[in-house]
């Protein structure tokens, strides 16, 4: 079963691209299973395998039956994720439509490929199939994280999982980890650079408020890596996660009104307001971020350099470098150090981290210096970076002391596996559940046929 839920998220995104459209294929296909309103086909279990063969880096031989039992699982949980009414953003699922779509033209070269391997009629079919997918996969995490969002450990909990497991002889080894501090300088644009880019802005708008296709523009001129596949549309509401900047400009504006150039972290943006819907409003939007001239960055790296150089010869040390140089507002109050993001902790398994960051940090001692490099985070922002290895912890059999957090974790995560179980238990009684063929003889781990 572990396996097999490596692996659900993946099939739940990819499920329905086999054939042509779900009606086609109930003419043509075995129902497997019924969970509430949501139907399992006998081709998804067959596609569900294969996928898992192909990915896997061993063969494996997963049974129908367990495989089944994964898929009822996340349609039990969607089923009641809209009877206790779970509310998922557009902004979000859109989003991931457009990163999604990004990814398979990535892999295939051509989105009319992807449109054709996928048996769609056009690009739209095929971005309403992935609409649906995600907002059922975004249905599915909501309502689980809402039944665990009280599950909390306390320490002597921790302790009893963790002598559980050295009572066992189960502990597990990590691997080496480090703690990490950094220096970031950002290269800023020049004072022109960003006239220059508000300038192109009020250019454009001039000529969408003559008569041009907004969503023409956006396709030409727009930094956003979505526009491309949506010509900038985004549909939102007051309660969705976007920049609030963004959400005064588009609840500013009448139907048709095109906004003056405004500033977020992203850089600089205008947007026509499409349709107003009540309190849903669609919008297009154009994002041009300022140049940073060469000179610019080089600057930055210089400095920087310079910085690390200092630190080295003992002029200054890495945290009074940080208070005095960096740019980072994340780190900086934090005397530089990283946090991980998937633990919360500032421990970073060595042989987790991306292949760049891993080539940086693989052969450092403690108290070693990265080299100055060159990162653009997310939202375009361009800096040189230095980071510290300030601790290095070799790879070990696990230890309450040492690795107390990481114990936290596994406690927390088994507890509300439990918490899952149980709701399991409950719902599926409470719940149409119908089984066909050969799956009526499975011996499930929850009670299914009731």
């Known amino acids: 079963m572990k396996f097999v839920k490596k692996?659900?998220?993946?099939?739940?995104?990819?499920?329905?691209?086999?054939?042509?459209?779900?009606?086609?294929?109930i003419k043509i296909d075995g129902v497997a299973a019924v969970v509430g309103e949501n139907i399992i086909l006998e081709s998804d279990i067959v596609k569900y395998k294969q996928e898992i063969a192909s990915r896997a880096e061993e063969e494996v031989d997963i049974p129908d039956c367990e495989i089944i039992e994964d898929v009822m699982s996340q349609k039990l949980l969607a089923h009641h994720a809209v009877i206790d009414s779970i509310v998922v953003s557009?902004?979000?699922?859109?989003?991931?439509?457009?990163?999604?779509?990004?990814?398979?033209?990535?892999?295939?070269?051509?989105?009319?490929?992807?449109?054709?391997?996928?048996?769609?009629?056009?690009?739209?079919?095929?971005?309403g199939e992935l609409t649906r997918i995600q907002r059922e996969n975004a249905l599915i995490s909501k309502e689980r994280e809402a039944i665990v969002a009280d599950v909390v450990v306390t320490p002597e909990e921790i302790r009893y999982f963790y002598k559980d497991l050295k009572d066992k002889g189960d502990l597990p080894n990590f691997g080496v980890e480090v703690e990490l501090s950094q220096i970031?300088?950002?290269?800023?644009?020049?004072?022109?650079?960003?006239?220059?880019?508000?300038d192109q802005l009020n250019k454009i708008k001039k000529d969408i408020e003559g008569g041009f296709s907004m969503r023409l523009k956006a396709i030409l001129y727009s930094e956003d890596p979505s526009v491309a596949q949506n010509g900038g549309k985004i549909t939102l509401t007051r309660e969705s996660e976007l920049v609030k900047e963004f959400k005064e400009a588009a609840f500013s504006l009448e139907e048709g009104e095109v906004s003056e150039p405004f500033k977020t972290v992203?850089?600089?943006?205008?947007?026509?307001?499409?349709?107003?819907?009540?309190?849903?409003?669609?919008?297009?939007?154009?994002?041009?971020?300022?140049?940073?001239?060469?000179?610019?960055?080089?600057?930055?790296k210089e400095k920087l350099e310079s910085v690390r150089a200092e630190i080295i010869a003992g002029d200054i040390s890495f945290e009074e470098a940080v208070t005095k140089y960096s740019d980072d507002e994340d780190t900086r109050l934090n005397k530089?150090?990283?946090?991980?993001?998937?633990?919360?902790?500032?421990?970073?398994?060595?042989?987790?981290?991306?292949?760049?960051?891993?080539?940086?940090?693989?052969?450092?001692k403690e108290g070693e210096l990265t080299d100055v490099y060159f990162e653009e985070s997310r939202e375009g922002v361009k800096m040189y970076k230095l980071n510290l290895v300030k601790n290095k912890i070799e790879a070990h059999e696990a230890d309450l002391a040492k690795d107390y957090v990481k114990f936290q974790q596994l406690a927390l995560q088994k507890k509300?596996?439990?918490?899952?179980?149980?709701?399991?238990?409950?719902?599926?009684?409470?719940?149409?559940?119908?089984?066909?063929?050969k799956?009526?003889?499975?011996?499930?781990?929850?009670q299914w046929i009731h």
């Open 7 to 25: 692996y659900h998220a993946l099939w739940l995104c990819l499920l329905g691209f086999y054939a042509v459209n779900a009606q086609e294929r």
């Open 90 to 127: 557009d902004v979000e699922i859109a989003g991931n439509v457009e990163r999604t779509l990004e990814h398979f033209k990535s892999q295939i070269g051509d989105m009319d490929k992807v449109v054709a391997l996928y048996g769609f009629d056009d690009l739209e079919d095929l971005r």
């Open 184 to 198: 970031a300088m950002k290269a800023e644009p020049t004072e022109e650079n960003v006239q220059a880019t508000i």
């Open 266 to 300: 992203y850089g600089y943006h205008i947007l026509q307001v499409d349709k107003i819907k009540g309190q849903q409003r669609d919008v297009r939007h154009i994002l041009i971020q300022p140049k940073i001239d060469e000179a610019k960055l080089s600057a930055a």
């Open 336 to 364: 530089g150090v990283l946090v991980n993001p998937n633990t919360g902790d500032s421990k970073f398994e060595l042989n987790k981290m991306g292949a760049d960051f891993f080539k940086r940090i693989d052969g450092l």
């Open 416 to 437: 509300k596996q439990e918490v899952l179980e149980k709701w399991y238990d409950t719902k599926i009684k409470d719940t149409y559940v119908k089984l066909n063929g």
């Open 439 to 446: 799956f009526k003889d499975c011996d499930f781990k929850y």
